[in-house]
């Protein structure tokens, strides 16, 4: 492979000694070149126990490859030969694909036994169509269901059973009280002759999507089963997009589906899957002593028993009477119908509405309806839990729903993929999977395409509803807004507990809790494709987007709807922000602190944030609802720019809205439903906020996605070296080689030339990989600076440069000139010095490590060194710093730059033992990962 290194011109300048490093680095480079690895003789551990590493590439995703096929068996074939890297296939062929080789490669399908999902599946029943509309019957199908052949013949034993509307793990769940559905045919029976119908006089059809084979034999045997109870069972295959058009507007008897949480709140479950819209003028929370107080209260109760309180439920009134409630407390649901603002069930059909404004079913509950509403705006978790449990509890008893379980967490892949994670709500983000550059490259079949490292292959089945988030209700089309789009928070990797910034760097909110502030981030683009233009974001973007999404009134926005009023929210400028906050500070929390702010500063500081602000959104909620946060880390809340979906329109809009201050003014340009023109843009050309955008698709055949060059978020981690340096696909090479001089400059000593050494070695081993010329020059070469201070670095490309900040300019400038919220290095490993002398410490840990003897004493030697990647969100680059607490630990640590790819992760520190002291380092231990 073609080296090439290119020396700036005055790299040798006033140094004879780097000439003869030069010739000593030749013979380091031609024992490198011998055997890549770069210490064969050294015990590598981590976690004090030995590991052996392989010497080997990984690389990021270029491209994904969404390849549909709605037969399982094409999938399971691309899955084997390799064309696939994940596939969608069925629970029951999980041992015919385990162990599956290639190479050195293997499939990998795991089962987690003991940790459950928050993904259910269940039978939809209509219950406005007879005898559907018979509670008795519902109960009837439940008690004729043969859960345990689902489980074990058709899933694999990754189901199992749950009762109601929520799923274990989340608040709500309970077992107290409630009916164990299990196959009990007589029970069946018996309650088909209370319910008193001949079931003979019925049709009933099951639905279920075409491609989807688990659902397609679960519909085959509910029909065998409930056949026996009389009925006439049949079952029909339907198209994603037809189904869900029938079952939206109510033209169905049951239909199979499966439900992934939007956000991790119970009242994602109750409000989708159970609420049927009834508005109410007044709903209540509170809690009586006694029952006898109950009369002065309701006009009427309905009293549900929960583990650990009784929860009433009642329309506000007088007379109420109810049986003695002894032995826990007594919460009290009142409320006050909106019968007139309530639209109907026949409306909802007409419209279209159902799984967005009203339950898939249909089914309305006036009494489940508020205590639906009572969960969402009581903040207080001692009452949420009953009335949660109370909500669990009748969908039980109503079996609207035929629960037919709840997913065991399971991952199948190639296990030449690396990275993989799992998150109840989001789908995985494909730029944070990596790949061994020596996978094999395979023809897919479609095109020109292959699957090969820098493309990863999914074999699915089905089609996204659309590309319009505003529509979408469904996982394949989220999962695509999750790859192209950036939302205002999101959930990072695994982290469900809290929320991250996103596109908002901070937010705060009002002491009543009804109003959040989110400062956006500055320097964002989207990316458009289809005209292959770039369109700044902003505070106006974020709030017409979220404005828009009310205001199509299509599937998923009843999430904003319900809980944002987003004619009441506004856009701020800084100025503007920073005198509310001085008249009126609010509240942040984040990472299990609160704050009291008074400025925007303050508020930065106190999320960690120094870069550019592109405005300020005011989200005005309808009431205190805590997990809207989490509703605005969902896919479907992607941002997309107001000039794009607006056009010709998009300055008169913005001018009527006075910028964001009147966003009901944007009325006039938008309109509700299908038929909007904005709709049909997104529907078919979607652009992109985040890693990846829509590069082409064949509807029902393929969908292809490209990396984003746009995109504003780093997210690479040492385990993708060469990379960001280098494209090992392409050659090309966007880096900078820095070494620190030998004169005094600035605030720098003079570099030790050991670091010449490590500049060669990194220079060399990107050299395997680049087609083009490497850079490498002097500190004091790109650097302005002054006697105490550095001022700026100047190049835009990504930098690689060794040794401590009093050695080198840029190290300098990464340790004292930009600053965390706490006044410390940017850094999330630097070195310090007090009255002990220098340390490496780090932030994850507050450990200092500290170097134990100096070289040539004749003594153990134990140094430590550390290897950063930090991405420069102000400057756009990537900075690789490798420092040691002495030169011989630099050098030490550019020779494990190999090893990087088995550390996801932001930082590793390294031990460095030496027991001669002759600065042959005999030990390396991996101390400390920081992710």
Known sequence: MQVLTRFKGRFIKKTIVSLILLVATASLITAFSANTSAYPNFIFKQNGAEKTFEQETMVSHKYVLYVVNNDVNKRVEMLKNGSADVAA?????????????????????????????????????????????????????AWATP???????????????????????????????????????????????????DPTKYNITIYYNIGNNPREQTAQLLATEWSKLGFN??????????????????????????????????????GPMFYSGIKFSEVNVFTVESSAEISNYLKNAKVIDTEEAWVVVGEKGTGATIPELAGKGIIVVQYVPDWENTFTIEEAMEKGWGFSYINPAFYRNVT?????????????????????EAIYRISNYEEHFIWLG?????????????????????????????????????????????????????????????????????????????????TLVTYWKEETEEVSPDLAVAWAWSE??????????????????????????????????IWRLARSQLDPTWMITEYINVNKSKVLNENEFNELLSETPLIASWKGNSVEVHSLDELLSFFGYNGSTAGVVKLKLRYPYEPVLSILATPFTMIIPAEYMLGDNYEEAMNASNWGKNPSAWAAYVQPGEEDPIHKLLAEKPVSTGPFYVKEYVEDKYILLERNKYYWNATLKLNAFPEPFVDVETGETNATVVVGSSDSRGPCNPSHTIDVSAAMYVAYYLGHYSSEEIDMVMDWEIADYNSTNVIRIRPKTNIITF??????????????????????????????????????????????????????????????????????????RYVLLIMGLSGHSTRAAIKYLPNLTNYEAEAIILKLIDYEGDTKIDEIEIVETIP
């Open 512 to 545: 009543n809790l009804t109003e959040i502030y989110f400062v956006i981030r500055g320097g964002v683009v989207a990316y458009d494709p289809w005209n292959d233009k770039t369109y700044p974001i902003d505070a106006t973007d974020v709030l017409f987007e």
């Open 89 to 141: 296939i069925c629970p029951d062929m999980f041992d015919e694909i385990n162990g599956t080789s290639l190479g050195r490669y293997s499939i990998c399908a795991i089962v987690d036994e003991k940790k459950l999902r928050l993904t259910v599946y269940y039978a939809v029943l209509n219950t406005q169509r007879e005898p559907l509309n018979n509670t008795l019957v519902r109960q009837a199908l």
């Open 368 to 388: 489940a309806d508020a205590l639906i509403i009572a969960g969402r705006t009581t903040p207080n978790l001692a009452l949420r839990k009953p009335i949660y």
């Open 803 to 876: 040794g401590g900040p009093y050695v080198n300019l840029i190290t300098y400038y990464y340790h004292y000139e930009k600053k965390d919220e706490n006044g410390e290095p940017i850094l999330p490993v630097y070195i310090g010095f007090d009255a002990e002398g220098a340390y490496i410490y780090s932030k994850a840990s507050g450990v200092k490590y500290r170097m134990e003897n100096d070289y040539f004493q004749g003594k153990k030697v134990v140094d430590y060194a550390t290897v950063i990647l930090y991405y420069d969100e102000g400057e756009g």
């Open 147 to 197: 859960y345990n052949t689902i489980f074990e013949e058709i899933y694999s034993n990754l189901l199992v059973q749950y009762y109601g509307v929520i799923p274990k793990g989340l608040l709500g769940y309970t077992e107290y009280g409630i009916i164990k559905y299990s196959y009990n045919l007589t029970k069946a029976q018996e309650l088909i002759q209370k319910a008193n119908i």
């Open 406 to 486: 709840q997913y065991k967490r399971y991952f199948v892949f190639w296990n030449w993929t690396r990275g993989h994670y799992y998150h109840p709500t989001l789908a995985e983000r494909y730029d944070l999977i990596f790949e061994y550059a020596d996978a094999p490259t395979v023809d897919i079949g479609i095109a020109d395409f292959k699957n090969n490292p820098r493309t990863y292959v999914i074999a699915t089945f089905g089609w996204p509803d659309t590309f319009d988030p505003a529509k979408s209700y469904e996982t394949f089309g989220w999962e695509i807004f999750h790859q192209i789009g950036s």
């Open 233 to 270: 069972v049949t079952t029909e295959g339907l198209s994603w997009s037809i189904l869900l058009d029938k079952t939206t507007h109510g033209d169905f008897d049951v239909w199979l589906v499966g439900w992934i949480p939007d956000y991790l709140d119970p009242d994602d479950y109750v």
